[in-house]
């Protein structure tokens, strides 16, 4: 695919970036810059770790996943319910769980760490999973949190048996007048055999009925799933897939993670490991599964590589970002944070790096490769699932945007990566967190890091950027946490900002020692001036 030449100074007077949070607006003004900003706070239990929030787009209803508890708050951050999940007895060996048949392994107390918050909106309840009992998963109603159902007795119903609250990712496909959907994605923590790291379930209107959870589609040789091989663990013995984000859009679900992968070093006949970020693309309607593809993206900036995704959200083009790029208003953008290299997953290097990417281009790519491999060109290239190479098979038929895969050639993975556009990198605070909206046409993107700074790009042309410090108490921001905002900034003439952030913030800090996990509501911001880093604006 061509590389598109970017107008630089166009995208950077358009972009306008500020850490972590989501798209609701909020009525109050923000205070002057005068006067002393308050904040109103909320604390959980000391020894309570937030993993989850989610927002109710119509009531504005903050749902709140912790340790041992689900919360109800309101939009100013006052406790409303709270629903207890945990602690309670248990063994992560224990498959299935005791609460089906009795466990030989010894009992001890467990917590639950929420793994997954979903709001399910056809049906006014709220999907919590946790790390009890395998993962399995309680539906619980938005108004009271009363449970409504907890299913558990079907292997179906564990979702996964990993121990971590960034574990697992949901996305709800919902229809008018049949059930909905849930593609879950998970890793799987060396069990293949119990769970598979994709799959689609259904999400029945009775949340006690007995086929909520099962395979969409399931017989004795086709599911709708896909498991990791047993024969990839002796190539990769720690092998996994980490899910990093997940979303729909028109026809496809996507899912953006990080896999192990072994390779050859230029030069080197040794192979080593590396972790590679992948996109991977299912269509909505596919129940085999035969539209698998995944393909790997990153990005480049003066001859430095970023291929450790941090984290990711989907956002629309806007206006005038769109002009800048040449896409409709309507086009999704993948707003992405990679830190720099491959080999370091738990210990990112702090160079970072927020990348843009026009998701058609690459479902173009996709379309490109599907193309390709159905004239009998190359192989399916999926070593963690084909260990061996499968050449692809040729048949005649057209494959055009919509196109969901047959029984051959399938799973399918791209080889060639896709690179997104490089707008803003980070050589000491790491990002680890990005949202983005579109506001009055133009395009935010707001961006977190470790120290727990939030970052503004004002524009128009090559500016500082502004940190909004949250404060000494929040020792840093992780992917998994999350930020609900509101601003409206006002960008005077050449290079100087005239700008009032008002953010409604939610910081969840991790659980360091004696650092407490809280929420905080700014009521607004002391901007401090820091240098970044941008992109060269090309000669004409």
Not at 196 to 221: C, Q, W
Not at 296 to 305: F, L, Q, T, Y
Not at 492 to 510: D, G, I, N, P
């Amino acid at each position: 695919m061509k590389a598109m030449p970017w107008n630089w100074t166009c995208l950077l007077s358009h972009l306008l970036m500020v850490g972590m949070g989501s798209s609701t607006l909020l009525s109050r003004q923000p205070s002057p810059p005068s006067q002393k900003r308050s904040f109103v706070t909320f604390r959980g239990e000391p020894a309570e770790g937030f993993n989850h929030l989610v927002v109710d787009e119509r009531t504005g209803h903050i749902y709140l996943g912790a340790v041992n508890r689900i919360y109800k708050l309101s939009s100013d951050l006052k406790v409303l319910v709270t629903h207890q999940t945990g602690p309670d007895e248990d063994n992560p060996k224990c498959y299935p769980p005791r609460l089906v048949q009795t466990c030989s392994e010894p009992l001890t107390t467990t917590n639950n760490v929420n793994k997954m918050l979903l709001i399910d909106y056809k049906e006014n309840r709220l999907i919590a999973c946790g790390s009890l009992y395998q993962g399995i998963c309680k539906l619980l109603r938005l108004e009271d949190l009363f449970k409504l159902g907890e299913p558990f007795h079907k292997k179906e119903h564990y979702l996964s048996g990993v121990n971590e609250s960034g574990s697992v990712f949901g996305v709800i496909v919902s229809y008018s007048n049949l059930d909905d959907k849930l593609f879950i994605a998970t890793a799987v923590d060396g069990k293949p055999e119990y769970f598979p790291t994709i799959s689609s379930r259904k999400l029945t209107k009775n949340s006690e009925a007995d086929g909520m959870f099962a395979y969409v589609f399931h017989d004795e040789f086709v599911a709708s799933m896909i498991k990791i091989p047993s024969d990839t663990f002796t190539v990769i013995p720690d092998f996994d897939i980490y899910y990093v984000y997940g979303f729909s859009s028109g026809n496809f679900v996507y899912f953006l993670t990080l896999q192990p992968e072994m390779v050859s070093p230029p030069g080197s006949t040794t192979k080593e490991q590396v972790y590679t970020s992948k996109l991977v693309r299912l269509c909505k309607e596919d129940t085999a599964f035969n539209s698998y593809v995944e393909v790997p993206i990153g990005c480049e900036r003066s001859g430095v590589e970023y291929r450790l995704l941090q984290a990711a959200y989907l956002s629309k083009a806007g206006a005038v970002l769109g002009r800048t790029l040449g896409v409709r208003p309507d086009d999704d953008l993948l707003f992405t944070v990679f830190s720099k290299g491959q080999k370091r997953k738990m210990k990112s290097l702090d160079e970072s790096a927020l990348c843009i990417f026009i998701l058609k281009q690459i479902n173009d790519r996709i379309k490109e490769r599907l193309q390709s491999c159905y004239r009998g060109e190359g192989t399916l290239d999926l070593a963690w699932l084909k260990v061996k190479d499968i050449p692809c098979s040729s048949a005649l038929l057209t494959i055009d945007d919509n196109f969901c895969g047959l029984d051959m050639n399938a799973p399918l993975g791209v080889s060639d990566m896709v690179r997104g556009i490089p707008v803003f990198t980070e050589d000491r605070d790491r990002m680890t967190s990005v949202i983005a909206y579109v506001y009055k046409n133009h395009s935010l993107a707001f961006v977190g890091t470790k120290s727990g700074k939030l970052k503004k790009m004002p524009g128009p042309s090559l500016c500082p950027i502004l940190q909004l410090q949250t404060g000494p108490q929040i020792p840093r921001v992780t992917e998994q946490q999350l930020l609900w905002k509101a601003c409206s900034p006002a960008v005077q003439q050449t290079e100087k900002l005239q700008s009032r952030v008002h953010l409604f913030s939610v910081l969840l800090a991790m659980d360091i020692g004696k650092w407490k996990q809280m929420i905080q509501h700014p009521l607004g911001v002391t901007p401090v001036i820091h240098h970044g880093s941008y992109p060269a604006t090309p000669s004409p």
